[in-house]
């Protein structure tokens, strides 16, 4: 796989020492990671049965729990702003609509962002119909807004740019995986796929970014 | 634990914590693994440059004002549902005359309903077009000021450009800026014609493209 016109030598203007970052194991191996799930489990219960009974206040924890989350992977998924907003209001809308079809096989919040997937994935196609319509094209990856300059806005570029070239399962497994933090057993039960599955996709996914993004081997020789 | 370079990419795969702690440590001593795992831990790095969590009240407002009118909507369905069950208590001479009442009042309502429509849908069009052109002109207002930001970096570039290329960059952003002060203006004069606003789009993203080609050429 070629590159996407953006080479960069990221790996020298980031620090790779980012926490457990390229080393994240499932939690379900770690003591610590089984306290924290166990901890927000009841707040997770809690939550759902307040949506259940029409407490908006309900509603509203889970907004301030997982809303900026919940837009976040909205506008990586749709590419806009203002999609990912609509996705995210049309998202607690069917948490309304559905709550009494949770059965809790899943946590609440995992059931939350199936839904959110859903809905992105529905208004991906609407959208792609509507430019096929309009164009006569074929399915392409959203080109993000320009958004508020991070720490490494041309790496984002990059990266952003990379992940177009990505099929949309890798990207949407890196996208929860990487950016939002999802254990892949909770990635598998929102993409209805195992989480073996989930973790080849991701594996994937990551080895063509590095092709993707690593400059040449003859230039970075050349650059060093 | 003993790892030596074949367990790499499995580690990378699936590897438990003791593992990557045993890749590291091979990886002190092997330079090729070394770079591997710096470069498989940077695309992690690199993943939260896409991590925007500022929070929205705005956005919260518009959810809850939706999820009240549903929730309204539902609570007066079942006052309904629940009058509606102390019907068959009624005698069915009354009940017989309700109903035919009922039938009466719903003719009179449809044919009101139909004479009067066309005199009360523009407002209600009006309200709706204000909406959406409001959301329309606060998302363009964020669609600038983000190409704004993209610009500020390019601009030790284009301001003594060092190559033909440059020069040339920078003359068709001036001509886009002058299409796109242009197309505002007409904007301005017809706020709510579409196509319009398409092209406006369509310049803002050609900028967009060419300012994003400068910086990597920056690189």
């Known amino acids: 796989m070629g590159t996407v016109g953006l080479t960069l030598q990221w790996e020298h203007r980031i620090s790779p020492v980012a926490g457990e970052g390229g080393r994240r194991v499932e939690p379900s191996q770690i003591a610590a990671g089984q306290n924290r799930e166990n901890n927000a ?33 909205a506008r990586n998924l749709l590419g806009s702003t203002t999609d990912a907003e609509d996705a995210v209001q049309d998202t607690f809308l069917k948490i309304q609509r559905g709550i009494a079809s949770f059965r809790g096989q899943s946590s609440f919040v995992t059931w939350t962002f199936r839904i959110l997937v859903n809905t992105c994935y529905d208004l991906r196609r609407s959208r792609v119909r509507r430019k096929e319509q309009a164009q006569g094209n074929s399915e392409q990856a959203p080109r993000p807004e320009p958004r508020a300059p991070g720490a490494h806005p041309t790496l984002r570029m990059a990266l952003e740019r990379a992940l177009g070239s990505l099929t949309p399962h890798q990207r949407d497994v890196f996208l929860l995986y990487e950016v939002e933090g999802f254990r892949h057993a909770e990635i598998a039960a929102m993409l209805e796929i195992s989480e073996t599955a989930s973790k080849n996709t991701l594996f994937q996914a990551k080895k063509n970014l590095r092709g993707m993004l690593e400059p040449p081997r003859g230039a970075e020789a050349g650059a060093l | ?26 990886a002190a001593g092997c330079p090729v693994c070394e770079q591997e795992v710096r470069a498989w831990k940077a695309l992690s790095s690199a993943a939260e440059e896409l991590r925007d969590y500022r929070e929205d009240t705005q956005l919260w407002k518009k959810i809850e004002g939706a999820l009240r009118e549903t929730a309204e909507g539902k609570v007066s369905w079942r006052r309904f549902s629940e009058r509606l069950g102390a019907w068959g208590e009624i005698p069915f001479g009354w009940r017989t005359a309700l109903a035919g009442a009922l039938v009466l009042a719903l003719a009179f309502s449809g044919a009101y309903f139909l004479r009067h429509q066309n005199a009360s849908d523009p407002g209600q069009n009006r309200l709706l077009k204000n909406s959406a052109l409001a959301e ?8 600038m000021k983000a190409i704004d930001t993209l610009a500020g970096q390019a601009k030790p570039e284009l301001d003594s450009p060092s190559t033909p290329l440059m020069a040339s960059y920078k003359e068709k952003l001036i001509v886009l800026d002058s299409a796109i002060d242009e197309l505002r203006a007409e904007t301005g004069r017809n706020p709510s014609n579409a196509q319009l606003r398409y092209e406006l789009l369509a310049m803002y993203q050609e900028k967009q493209q060419t300012l994003e080609e400068i910086l990597e050429m920056k690189q």
């Not at chain 2, 329309?136 to 669609?143: A, F, G, L, M, S």
Request: net charge negative.
């Open chain 1, 41 to 73: 489990l009841p707040e997770d219960a809690a939550i759902a049965a307040g949506c259940l009974a029409g407490d908006l206040r309900a509603y509203e924890r889970l907004y301030h729990l997982q809303g900026a989350r919940m837009r976040n992977l």
């Open chain 2, 1 to 26: 634990m003993n790892i030596s370079c074949r367990d790499r990419e499995r580690i990378f795969l699936d590897g438990s914590a003791e593992e990557w702690a045993a890749l590291e440590q091979h």
């Open chain 2, 136 to 143: 329309v002109e606060r998302t363009q207002r964020d669609y």
